[in-house]
């Protein structure tokens, strides 16, 4: 069985709610399983601001957990056209796995949601992909084949998956749906293909 870590951080819900539909998409190949893990929010200080495990929802993700996936999607919600610091500040403990090349030649992919339909998609998505790059990861997005790339009104991109969350955390569409279980499923398929 093939672990696909799906890692986000979601201050609102909306961007939870896109991990709940890209597993699904990783699900929907059986022999794989979603592993799904949420970030804590980062300290303003040098005190833990979290602690260590939640008190309930999906457990917080960890170093191993990376260490043994055969592949990674990352989702946050987008800050001014880059991603949250909490996914950063997960990337930026990833040294050790960078210098023994555990990610070396697995599939990521990633997802956002902004709130408004020109709050930066496609950087904040870019931004998650260069460390996915620098681990030498096998970066894929979402082909033109997807019908929902081509006619949503809303969120998806090639890039990866993306929702537009409005100011109050709308619900996803029918095609953002479609385009996060399509980023599931490619990474999934990607992942025993590679195997």
Not at 16 to 35: F, H, I, K, T, Y
Not at 60 to 73: F, K, N, Q, R, V
Not at 106 to 124: D, I, L, N, R, Y
Request: aromatic content about 6%.
């Amino acid at each position: 069985m093939h672990k696909i870590l799906i890692v986000y951080f979601s201050r609102h819900g909306s961007v939870a709610r896109m991990a709940e539909q890209v597993s699904l998409g990783v699900d929907s190949n059986p022999a794989c399983e979603a592993v799904v893990r949420c970030l804590p929010t980062v300290a303003l200080s040098t005190e833990p601001a979290e602690q260590a495990v939640p008190k309930s929802g999906v457990p917080y993700a960890s170093l191993s957990d990376l260490e043994t996936c055969s592949g990674l999607i990352v989702g946050s919600p987008g800050y001014f056209g880059n991603m949250s610091a909490a996914v950063k500040y997960f990337f930026d403990q990833t040294s050790a796995l960078w210098l023994s090349g555990g990610l070396i030649g697995k599939p990521g992919g990633v997802f956002t949601a902004t709130s408004s339909m020109h709050g930066g998609q496609e950087t904040v998505l870019t931004s998650m992909i260069l460390p996915l790059l620098h681990h030498g990861m096998l970066v894929t997005g979402i082909p033109y084949s997807e019908p929902a790339l081509n006619q949503t009104r809303s969120g998806a991109t090639p890039y990866g998956a993306s929702h537009v969350a409005g100011q109050s955390g709308q619900a996803l569409s029918d095609h953002e749906r479609s385009a996060c279980k399509a980023l599931g499923r490619r990474i999934a398929d990607l992942a025993c293909k590679l195997a």
